[in-house]
C-alpha cells in the first residue's frame, strides 16, 4: 500500500477531517477537533491490549539504581553521561496453544564407562505460552527478553479502548504499529508454538527419530503493546545501551563498559586456562585411559571444571561489551 493510499483512507470519525497519519501510527489525534482515532484498521479493538508504562524519570532512578549497585559500574558512575532515553511500545501477537503429538527418541545413559541407549516412544500433552513480534524484520536482544519477562512476570494490560483520551495526550512512547494481522499472525503462532515444542523436546533427549505435533486448541490471538526503553550513555568516549521494560521500569539488559580489574580478571581466567589445558593434555597423554583410577577421573575432571570456567571469562575478555541481563 502506497502511504498516499492510506492518508486518503483515514479521517477522523468525529469532523471527517483527513487525518495526518505515517504507516508507524496505530492511534491518531484529529487536528482539527481533537478527536482520537484508531487508525490501524486491519485490528478489532478488542484484540488489543497495552501494558502502560511507567514515565521516563521512573526509567533513570532505575538505571541509576543500577548503576549504584553494581560492582564495576559503581566505581565509575560520577563519569558516567546519560546522552539520550527513549521509549516505544512493541507489537507481540500472543496466544496459549495446546498441543498434542508422539515422539520417538534416542537416550544415551552412561553407566561408569559404559554407554547405555534407551529407545523410547512417548506421547505428550502441553500447554504454553507462545509469541511472535508483529512486525517484520526485527531481531533484537532486547525484544526477546522483553516477551520473556512478560510471559514471567505477566505484567496488567489494559484493554485499548479503555485508554482514556487523557492517556493518549500524555503518552511519550513511539507506539509502533504492526505489520501482520490476527489471520496472518494466527498461522505464524501455530508453527511456532510446534517448533518450540520439537525445540524442548531436543533439549532433553540425544537424538529424535519421529517427531509429529498438532495444534489441538488455541485461544484466540491478542496484540499487545509492550513498553521498552533505551537508555543511551556514554563513558570515556563510547556510548552504551541499557534496556528497560516500561511496566515497572527494570532493566533487561544492560551494555557495560569494561573497567580495568574485570579486564585483570578476564586475564587471569584466560591464563588459568590456557595453563590447565595444557596439564590435563599432558596428563592424558601420558596415561592411557584403562590405566586410570577413578580418583584421577576425578581430578581431570575437576581441572576440566575449572579450565571451562577460565575460559568463559576469557571469552568475556575478547567481546568488550560486557552484557548483563536483569537480575530481578
Ligand atoms: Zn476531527
Same mark, same amino acid.
Given at each position: 500500500?502506497?502511504?498516499?493510499?492510506?492518508?486518503?483512507?483515514?479521517?477522523?470519525?468525529?469532523?471527517?477531517?483527513?487525518?495526518?497519519?505515517?504507516?508507524?501510527?496505530?492511534?491518531?489525534?484529529?487536528?482539527?477537533?481533537?478527536?482520537?482515532?484508531?487508525?490501524?484498521?486491519?485490528?478489532?479493538?478488542?484484540?488489543?491490549?497495552?501494558?502502560?508504562?511507567?514515565? /521516563? +524519570?521512573? !526509567?533513570?532512578?532505575e538505571?541509576?539504581?543500577? #548503576?549504584?549497585?553494581?560492582?564495576?559500574? %559503581?566505581?565509575?558512575?560520577? =563519569?558516567?553521561?546519560?546522552?539520550?532515553?527513549?521509549?516505544?511500545?512493541?507489537?507481540?501477537?500472543?496466544?496459549?496453544?495446546?498441543?498434542?503429538?508422539?515422539?520417538?527418541?534416542?537416550?544415551?545413559?552412561?553407566?561408569?564407562?559404559?554407554?547405555?541407549?534407551?529407545?523410547?516412544?512417548?506421547?505428550?500433552?502441553?500447554?504454553?505460552?507462545?509469541?511472535?513480534?508483529?512486525?517484520?524484520?526485527?531481531?533484537?536482544?532486547?525484544?526477546?527478553?522483553?516477551?520473556?519477562?512478560?510471559?514471567?512476570?505477566?505484567?496488567?494490560?489494559?484493554?485499548?479502548?479503555?485508554?482514556?483520551?487523557?492517556?493518549?495526550?500524555?503518552?511519550?512512547?513511539?507506539?509502533?504499529?504492526?505489520?501482520?494481522?490476527?489471520?496472518?499472525?494466527?498461522?505464524?503462532?501455530?508453527?511456532?508454538? /510446534? +517448533?518450540? !515444542?520439537?525445540?524442548?523436546?531436543?533439549?532433553? #533427549?540425544?537424538?529424535?527419530?519421529?517427531? %509429529?505435533?498438532?495444534?489441538? =486448541?488455541?485461544?484466540?490471538?491478542?496484540?499487545?503493546?509492550?513498553?521498552?526503553?533505551?537508555?543511551?550513555?556514554?563513558?570515556?568516549?563510547?556510548?552504551?545501551?541499557?534496556?528497560h521494560q516500561?511496566?515497572s521500569g527494570h532493566p533487561l539488559?544492560?551494555?557495560?563498559?569494561?573497567?580495568?580489574?574485570?579486564?585483570?580478571?578476564?586475564?587471569?581466567?584466560?591464563?588459568?586456562?590456557?595453563?590447565?589445558?595444557?596439564?590435563?593434555?599432558?596428563?592424558?597423554?601420558?596415561?592411557?585411559?584403562?590405566?586410570?583410577?577413578?580418583?584421577?577421573?576425578?581430578?581431570?575432571?575437576?581441572?576440566?571444571?575449572?579450565?571451562?570456567?577460565?575460559?568463559?571469562?576469557?571469552?568475556?575478555?575478547?567481546?568488550?561489551?560486557?552484557?548483563?541481563?536483569s537480575?530481578r
Open positions: 500500500m502506497k502511504l498516499s493510499e492510506e492518508i486518503a483512507e483515514f479521517k477522523c470519525s468525529i469532523c471527517g477531517s483527513i487525518l495526518r497519519i505515517s504507516p508507524e501510527n496505530i492511534v491518531s489525534i484529529c487536528e482539527y477537533c481533537g478527536g482520537l482515532n484508531i487508525v490501524s484498521g486491519i485490528i478489532d479493538c478488542e484484540d488489543i491490549f497495552i501494558s502502560t508504562s511507567v514515565n /521516563v +524519570d521512573k !526509567v533513570l532512578e538505571f541509576l539504581n543500577r #548503576v549504584r549497585k553494581d560492582v564495576d559500574l %559503581k566505581k565509575i558512575s560520577d =563519569k558516567l553521561r546519560i546522552v539520550s532515553t527513549q521509549g516505544w511500545y512493541v507489537p507481540f501477537w500472543i496466544s496459549r496453544v495446546l498441543i498434542r503429538g508422539e515422539v520417538v527418541y534416542i537416550k544415551r545413559q552412561y553407566r561408569g564407562k559404559k554407554v547405555e541407549i534407551i529407545r523410547n516412544r512417548d506421547s505428550f500433552s502441553e500447554e504454553i505460552d507462545i509469541d511472535i513480534i508483529a512486525r517484520r524484520q526485527v531481531k533484537n536482544l532486547a525484544l526477546r527478553e522483553l516477551i520473556k519477562t512478560y510471559f514471567r512476570q505477566k505484567p496488567q494490560l489494559a484493554e485499548l479502548k479503555n485508554l482514556a483520551e487523557d492517556w493518549w495526550r500524555s503518552n511519550k512512547l513511539t507506539i509502533l504499529n504492526i505489520e501482520f494481522d490476527r489471520k496472518e499472525s494466527e498461522i505464524s503462532l501455530r508453527e511456532e508454538a /510446534v +517448533d518450540s !515444542v520439537r525445540r524442548i523436546w531436543e533439549d532433553k #533427549v540425544d537424538e529424535i527419530e519421529f517427531f %509429529k505435533a498438532e495444534v489441538k =486448541k488455541m485461544e484466540r490471538p491478542k496484540l499487545i503493546f509492550l513498553p521498552l526503553w533505551e537508555v543511551v550513555y556514554e563513558y570515556n568516549g563510547s556510548f552504551y545501551t541499557a534496556y516500561g511496566w539488559i544492560f551494555y557495560e563498559p569494561i573497567t580495568m580489574s574485570r579486564r585483570l580478571l578476564y586475564a587471569i581466567g584466560m591464563f588459568t586456562s590456557i595453563i590447565l589445558g595444557s596439564i590435563i593434555g599432558s596428563a592424558l597423554s601420558l596415561l592411557t585411559l584403562d590405566s586410570l583410577s577413578d580418583a584421577w577421573w576425578i581430578i581431570l575432571f575437576l581441572l576440566f571444571i575449572l579450565a571451562l570456567i577460565g575460559y568463559r571469562s576469557a571469552k568475556g575478555f575478547i567481546s568488550d561489551i560486557r552484557v548483563e541481563k537480575w
